[in-house]
């Protein structure tokens, strides 16, 4: 098992560009989950999807959409991206039947200049 | 608001020496607390819960309620424990996590 996988591990995007963080999950979890993390802060919930079909906002919602594509895709979207958005970001996934525990991918690491 | 504070940012100990890393929170309601840990060049991973009172790798956390902490500790730190350590506060049915900035453990030979 892969577990949490997440494409691409570095981007580099100007201002205004538009990109898709992409994450996938081989554990057939329900819940998925989007983080940034900023230097000297912990991580930040963006959005989750508790199951196929929903998604809700979480801390940190503004600048982001996300689509919950099937039970294994999780994927994040910049429309305009702006330097405040230069972060790490992590997907997770969590067996809400089963466990509290999250499951997290290697991490995005994302500059916009 | 809810909020969790790790008032450290970098703990500096020797091998064999007893560790503390800090977490305190700010939640009107039944906390539930997390320690997740990444190690060097690995993932983010739970460490304990503290529901489950169980001791992992040697490290455990007592949750305090009237002080709102909910510190780690280990007695005789090695150095494979050397890593960031975050405290988290878990919301909305697990599906919120509210982390800490984190405590960087570092243990010198």
């Known amino acids: 098992n892969a577990g949490v996988t997440q494409t691409p591990k570095f981007q580099v995007l100007k201002t205004g560009q538009s990109m898709t963080l992409q994450c996938a999950q081989d554990?057939?979890?329900?819940?998925m989950y989007w983080y940034r993390q900023d230097p000297g802060m912990g991580l930040r919930l963006i959005y989750y999807s508790a199951s196929e079909g929903t998604t809700d906002k979480g801390e940190v919602p503004n600048g982001y959409n996300v689509s919950r594509l099937n039970k294994r895709e999780f994927s994040l979207r910049l429309e305009s991206a702006a330097p405040s958005q230069t972060s790490v970001y992590f997907c997770?996934?969590?067996?809400?039947?089963?466990?509290?525990?999250?499951?997290f991918g290697p991490g995005t690491r994302l500059t916009v200049t | 608001a809810q909020r969790v504070t790790q008032p450290e940012k970098l703990l500096s100990v020797f091998k064999g020496a007893p560790v503390e890393l800090k977490c305190n929170y700010s939640y009107s309601g039944s906390p539930e607390l997390f320690w997740y840990v990444q190690y060097s060049r690995q993932r983010l991973q739970l460490l304990l819960r503290?529901?489950s009172r169980e001791s992992i790798k040697g490290f455990t956390a007592d949750l305090n309620k009237g002080e709102t902490s909910f510190h780690l500790k280990k007695p005789f730190a090695q150095e494979e424990d050397s890593a960031m350590y975050y405290c988290a506060l878990g919301l909305g049915g697990y599906n919120k996590l509210i982390f800490g900035a984190g405590t960087r453990l570092a243990v010198h030979p």
């Open positions: 503290h529901i």
């Open positions: 554990m057939n979890h329900n819940s």
């Open positions: 997770a996934s969590r067996d809400d039947l089963l466990s509290y525990e999250q499951y």
